[in-house]
């Protein structure tokens, strides 16, 4: 979890400079964690970009899906996408919950 934390805060903190919260937020890790602090003085930035997850659905019930990161150039704007592999309970059950949608697009028009 540490090095998770760790990946993401160097490249969010550093156009903030004057944010005290975030400021206080590292230095209350970098206090508590000497792993987080020898991370963070490494300054090593990574890129959380993907991973896999398990939701629970109130319906469907667990799914296994992957998450992917989108960023916009020089921007804090993130987006999470989240897809099933494709043949998996996963996909399929996402499937059926699309046809039942009021997303679909209306053909009829």
């Not at 400021?23 to 964690?33: F, P």
């Not at 804090?76 to 697009?105: C, M």
Request: hydrophobic share 40%; net charge negative.
């Amino acid at each position: 979890m540490i090095s998770h934390l760790y990946r993401f805060y160097p490249k969010r903190a550093a156009p903030y400079p004057a944010d005290s919260r975030l400021a206080q937020l590292i230095a209350d890790l970098r206090e508590v964690s000497p792993r987080f602090c020898a991370l963070w003085q490494a300054h090593r930035v990574g890129v959380y970009d993907q991973e896999r997850k398990i939701i629970e659905h109130p319906d469907l019930g667990l799914l296994h899906l992957d998450c992917e990161i989108l960023t916009a150039h020089r921007s804090d704007l993130r987006v999470a996408v989240f897809t099933a592999a494709p043949g998996t309970e996963s996909a399929h059950q996402l499937d059926a919950l699309y046809a039942t949608s009021s997303l679909q697009p209306d053909m009829a028009s």
